[in-house]
């Protein structure tokens, strides 16, 4: 399938990618560089907060009742997120109404009405999804890891509940409007695209009232190396996380030498699969684990077994490392196989308008630059068992972090 995607500016600084498929639908995705790592202590959530005010209501739709039927009644769907570094309005629509999704989307940004009496409604279900993240386990069990090895919370894009019963209006469209800028925003549109020309107008048009202003970004992942013991006796299985970080910066110098360390670590996961759950059925599954990180992100394994299972467990999961690091290293073979499974996600990537969207907005959001698919397959294709060994090198420490059911 054709993947030719093209970036535009719009004259107020917005970023445009343009993506042309051949299909019936049409994705679209606006992502602003903004996020809870933003935030300051007492505005902590804020973002998350404004996002649910976004759909609740518009000086054309005046409810998201009205807003879901009219983008359903022409044939789509959306809805809104946010995470640690950003803030994103999506969706999908049959092509010939692309312009019907791209309208409500401008309307949602420009003219959300923050009603107070649809705030206090949405206070008391931001506090209940509140609730619901802090009873999750696996949610806890991030929280600590990110608290421990980043100093950032897994829960502080929802913010306290202190904060959350405390926004106001005001301060929510004050946000709005210091940090929705045309500089930090990235639309994102794959699908069939019948005049590009007369879609850039149409954007131009649209997204006219964004101002071109610079936003302050706040940085604060900071990687500290630890090791975590937690008793939680409300748990019957322990969890365990075991980290390390990646040896190169993420950035496009370093891609193809990435790529080949991030097969050790499929690698690696493979037999730990085959030691710990085939031969020796101690746990169900074991996956591949992986954190942001300001500079060069943390990968590794993530798996859980009984207490009582818990120290032959580690001790097989740290012999089976030692052993494909230092002895049974990567081989052609496997190489081979990996590449042709990831044909798979190849063409699921390649078939899919929402896929091809997400990654080429967060892509250019992250790097600025065009997500180069064709250059990352001859990139994968080119990768050696050599290539992998080498870059590889330098896993001499793994950090280790994980619940206990009981001490």
């Known amino acids: ?127 209940d999804e509140s609730r619901r993240a802090h009873g999750s386990n696996s949610r806890k069990f991030a929280d600590l890891i990110q608290t421990s090895l980043l100093d950032f919370s897994a829960f502080r894009n929802l913010g306290p509940d202190e904060n959350i019963k405390s926004f106001t209006r005001e301060q929510m469209l004050d946000w709005m409007h210091k940090h929705l800028s045309a500089k930090n925003c990235t639309i994102g549109i794959s699908g069939r695209i019948d005049d590009k020309d ?42 365990i996380n075991i980290l390390f970080p990646y040896l190169r910066e993420d950035n496009y110098e370093n891609l193809r030498d990435n790529i080949a360390e991030t097969k050790f670590h499929k690698y690696l996961v493979q037999e730990l699969v085959e030691v710990v759950r085939q031969q020796n059925g101690l746990v169900y599954g074991v996956g591949m684990a992986a954190y942001a990180n300001e500079d060069n992100g943390i990968h590794g394994i993530d798996t859980e077994t009984s207490s009582e299972n818990l120290e032959r467990a580690v001790a097989l999961i740290a012999q089976t490392a030692y052993r494909i690091y230092n002895n049974d290293k990567i081989t052609e073979s496997v190489i081979k196989r990996f590449y042709n499974h990831h044909r798979l996600s190849d063409a699921d990537f390649l078939e899919s308008a929402t896929r091809r969207c997400d990654i080429l907005v967060n892509h250019w959001s992250d790097f600025g630059t065009i997500y180069d698919f064709r250059q990352i397959q001859e990139f994968d294709k080119s990768i050696t068992a050599d290539d992998v060994i080498k870059c590889s090198k330098g896993f001499n420490v793994y950090y280790n972090i994980w619940r206990r059911t009981r001490c």
Request: charge should be negative.
């Open 1 to 127: 399938m054709e993947y030719k995607p093209t970036a535009h500016k719009l004259s107020n600084g917005v970023t445009v990618i343009l993506d042309s498929m051949d299909l019936e639908t049409v994705a679209v995705k606006i992502r602003f560089n903004i996020g809870s790592r933003d935030e300051t202590p007492d505005v902590y959530g804020i973002t998350h907060f404004c996002e649910h005010m976004l759909v609740k209501g518009t000086k054309n739709f005046p409810s998201r009742k009205e807003l879901k039927y009219y983008i359903e009644d022409h044939g789509g769907a959306f809805n809104a997120s946010t995470s640690s570094d950003s803030l994103q309005i999506y969706g999908r629509i049959i092509a010939e109404n692309t312009n019907v999704l791209l309208t409500v989307f401008a309307d949602m940004l420009q003219n959300s009405l923050f009603e107070p009496g649809k705030i206090e409604i949405e206070r008391n279900v931001i506090l």
């Open 198 to 239: 007369a879609l850039l107008k149409q954007l131009e048009n649209l997204f006219a009232f964004l101002p071109n202003r610079d936003v302050e970004k706040h940085r604060l992942f900071k990687y500290t190396p630890c090791d975590k013991f937690v008793p939680e006796p409300s748990l019957q299985n322990v969890w």
